[in-house]
T-cell receptor, first 116, second 119 residues
Framework: DGGITQSPKYLFRKEGQNVTLSCEQN?????MYWYRQDPGQGLRLIYY???????QKGDIAEGYSVSREKKESFPLTVTSAQKNPTAFYLC???????????????FGDGTRLSIL | GESVGLHLPTLSVQEGDNSIINCAYS??????FIWYKQESGKGPQFIID?????DKRQGQRVTVLLNKTVKHLSLQIAATQPGDSAVYFC??????????????????FGSGTQLTVLP
């Protein structure tokens, strides 16, 4: 079935360590997104990518980095510069934006990152 | 700043009753709205969407109403079932010229309403 796969489901980070969260989609979507969700809150955009080899900062990009070398993949690295990384991370994708048409974002099942 | 908010953080309904979840938005330039359902430990699941040139759209057991005059969005769930228990988010897509020519949409999410279906 087509969908978005995030791995791992749970991840633990040690002090000063970088960790990378995987996101793969087989929906043939051009656009991909990373969100952070804290308890009892909505989603906040970290980074997004409109096409391969292109990505843009979202609202809370500090302490994170991404790459988009393949259409199917959009990994997120949580760096040691992110001082409060404990959260639920969600990856999404969507078809290309077209004026006056609907393109909802479709989400993976997330990775929960905790600090050791 | 711009925000998408919900009137009530929690909502409890009896099984079989209809549910109404409300959402207020403040960006009059938004042209697209989406409702998502999120179950515990999972990612948001698309329910229904609506464009700003419509005021009502129906799906299977769900209806979204859009009132642009008062910047209000609602999700109606008919004959609520136990499986409907989840957090429901509304999201809006404010027009942002910086990416209007690209393929991505930036969504602004509300904080969510927890729907609990009582037996």
């Amino acid at each position: 079935d087509g969908g978005i796969t995030q791995s791992p489901k749970y991840l633990f980070r040690k002090e000063g360590q970088n960790v990378t969260l995987s996101c793969e989609q087989n929906l043939n979507h051009d656009a991909m997104y990373w969100y952070r969700q804290d308890p009892g809150q909505g989603l906040r955009l970290i980074y997004y990518s409109q096409i391969v080899n292109d990505f843009q900062k979202g609202d809370i990009a500090e302490g994170y980095s991404v790459s988009r070398e393949k259409k199917e993949s959009f990994p997120l690295t949580v760096t040691s510069a992110q001082k409060n990384p404990t959260a639920f991370y969600l990856c999404a994708s969507s078809t290309p934006h077209r004026a006056n048409s609907n393109q909802p974002q479709h989400f993976g099942d997330g990775t929960r990152l905790s600090i050791l | 700043g711009e925000s998408v908010g919900l009137h009530l953080p929690t909502l409890s309904v009896q099984e079989g009753d209809n549910s109404i979840i409300n959402c207020a938005y403040s960006n009059s330039a938004s042209d697209y709205f989406i409702w998502y359902k999120q179950e515990s430990g999972k990612g948001p699941q698309f329910i229904i969407d609506i464009r700003s040139n419509m005021d009502k759209r129906q799906g299977q057991r769900v209806t979204v109403l859009l009132n642009k005059t008062v910047k209000h969005l609602s999700l109606q769930i008919a004959a609520t079932q136990p499986g409907d228990s989840a957090v429901y988010f509304c999201a809006e897509n404010p027009l942002r010229p910086s990416i209007s020519s690209g393929s991505a949409r930036q969504l602004t999410f509300g904080s969510g309403t927890q729907l609990t279906v009582l037996p």
